[in-house]
């Protein structure tokens, strides 16, 4: 899932605000809340695009999974109330919950689950995580709440992979129209979009545990500008802001309206390289990249400070992180002999495509001044998120690009034929294969070791930072979470103090 970035202006609906009494203003915002995004999403099907910003809106809200990933990264029952796993770990057994319906009165059953993921896994899908679909053998639906899976291999992220978006269940009738009509078994329904500005979300009150529900309306803006977020935090147009800029968060910390959460990640902040790209795709120019970049400059000029330095495609806290940042270190030098050892004449002109997201066009006028001292002349190019996707990740026109990867487990994307950044390694392949194999938690570890310092070592990427997220929120609202294994904001969680 990739992260990204947009805009908005509230200034009507902030007049419309201070119209109303205090008193009223203080009633509403007992069952309401206005929550801000840095990017619209493109749709709101999560099936159909990579965008985060899709299940930032409605995982967990509209649409609902068999499991529930919590903050911490625990994985809890969800739409299937439990579920046994074989020996070979290979086959699931889940039953689902008694009594849910989806929101247009159809009822969710074990045809709807296997429905959901076949479609996943279909020739025509535009499920991102297709590949996860399609290593599944067989779904079968032994009675209505009863589905069982058989996987082609084992994968000791099963669960936790069916609490990502992309295995949301949805209902066979509404498919077609989720990107604009989204039709769930969750807590909220789509009440209105404004494009370009809000998505605003109403309690369903058909939803099986509507009761306990506290939140009644919630409406995600969507600012991108660093100081427009500020402002809107200030003036009270919005009552949390998750994963904020970090550009302005420092005043927040002192003022006691507010509670400002710094969260924990699994995501990695990348300088993506087109290794399909000549000259690129000679090991030694992505070095010679990676050695012109300053990491610790980069965390701070892209994320105020808020990140550590990373040397692969994983993070600390993760099963068997090694630090590779030594494999590539901030060494200029050498990075000007590297690209004399390959037979590069400078200046060197590269593209370097900028999503929205601050972090990337913010990071991305440091790296490309660093880039300029070993000669290579960075063009940088901003673009908005729907030409980053049909340009960058579609098409695979660039050379370098910044992009925060957000999902906790997508190494096998390096094993992914056709994907945006062209990595190509048998070695890297069989090294996956045999991850996905490794029943034992500590030959796991061993093995993802392997495997961190072996894209290290090809250079795939300038490996840049894990960001931590912050999270600026009204002191009263309750339920935000600590950390953020994957990008979801559960509005059912939320309740005013």
């Given at each position: 899932m990739i992260n990204r970035r947009h805009l908005i202006g509230s200034v009507a609906g902030s007049a419309a605000l201070a119209t109303l009494p205090l008193a009223a203003l203080a009633q509403s915002k007992k069952n309401s809340v206005a929550l801000a995004m840095t990017l619209e999403p493109p749709g709101l099907d999560p099936t159909a695009g990579a965008a985060s910003a899709i299940a930032e809106v409605v995982q967990y809200n509209i649409f609902e999974t068999l499991t529930k990933i919590n903050s911490d990264g625990s994985v809890s029952p969800l739409l299937a109330e439990s579920w046994e796993v074989s020996p070979?770990?290979?086959?699931y057994t889940f039953k689902l919950r008694k009594g849910v319906k989806f929101q247009n009165g159809e009822p969710f059953n074990a045809k709807a689950v296997k429905f959901s993921f076949e479609r996943a896994s279909a020739e025509k899908s535009t499920n991102k995580d297709k590949r996860t679909f399609a290593s599944i053998d067989s779904v079968a639906a032994i009675d209505e709440l009863t589905v069982v899976i058989l996987n082609k291999a084992l994968d000791p992220d099963f669960l936790f992979l069916m609490g990502q978006a992309t295995a949301i269940i949805v209902e066979p009738k509404s498919v077609d129209t989720n990107a604009t009509k989204p039709v769930g078994t969750g807590p909220y329904q789509l009440s209105a979009w404004n494009k370009g500005a809000s998505v605003t979300l109403s309690k369903w009150e058909g939803y099986r545990n509507a009761a306990a529900i506290k939140i009644k309306k919630a409406t995600f803006r969507f600012i991108?500008?660093?100081a427009a977020q500020v402002a809107a935090l200030l003036a009270g147009d919005v009552d949390a802001f998750p994963r904020v800029t970090p550009r302005g968060v420092a005043q927040f910390k002192s003022n006691a309206k507010f509670q400002v959460l710094v969260n924990g990640s699994r995501a990695k902040t990348i300088l993506a390289i087109n290794n399909k790209k000549k000259p690129l795709d000679d090991v030694r120019v992505r070095r010679a990249i990676a050695a012109a970049i300053d990491r610790k400059a980069v965390i701070e000029g892209a994320g105020d400070?808020?990140?550590?330095?990373?040397?692969?495609?994983?993070?600390?806290?993760?099963?068997?992180?090694?630090?590779?940042t030594g494999i590539n270190p901030f060494n200029p030098e050498k990075a000007k002999a590297l690209l004399a050892e390959a037979g590069i004449k400078t200046p060197l002109e590269l593209s370097l495509k900028l999503p929205p997201a601050p972090y990337a066009r913010q990071g991305g006028e440091v790296i490309a001044a660093q880039l300029a001292k070993i000669g290579i002349i960075a063009k940088i190019e901003n673009v908005e998120w729907a030409q980053w996707l049909s340009g960058t990740y579609t098409n695979k026109n660039y050379d370098l690009t910044i992009i925060s990867h957000v999902e906790p487990f997508d190494l096998g994307n390096f094993a992914k034929p056709g994907y945006y950044w062209g990595y190509e390694s048998a070695q890297f392949n069989?090294?996956?294969?045999?991850?996905?194999?490794?029943?034992r938690a500590a030959d796991r570890a061993k093995l993802l070791g392997d495997a961190q310092r072996m894209l290290a070592n090809d250079c795939v990427h300038?490996?840049?930072?894990?960001?931590?997220?912050?999270?600026?929120?009204?002191?009263?609202?309750?339920?935000?979470?600590?950390?953020?294994?994957?990008?979801?904001?559960?509005?059912?969680?939320?309740?005013?103090?």
């Open positions: 070979d770990l290979k086959t991108s500008d660093p400070g808020y990140g550590a330095p990373i040397g692969s495609h994983y993070v600390p806290g993760a099963l068997g992180y090694v630090d590779t069989a090294l996956f294969d045999k991850i996905q194999n490794a029943p300038a490996f840049l930072y894990q960001p931590q997220w912050v999270t600026v929120a009204d002191k009263n609202l309750k339920g935000l979470w600590k950390d953020m294994p994957v990008f979801v904001n559960d509005i059912s969680a939320l309740s005013w103090s």
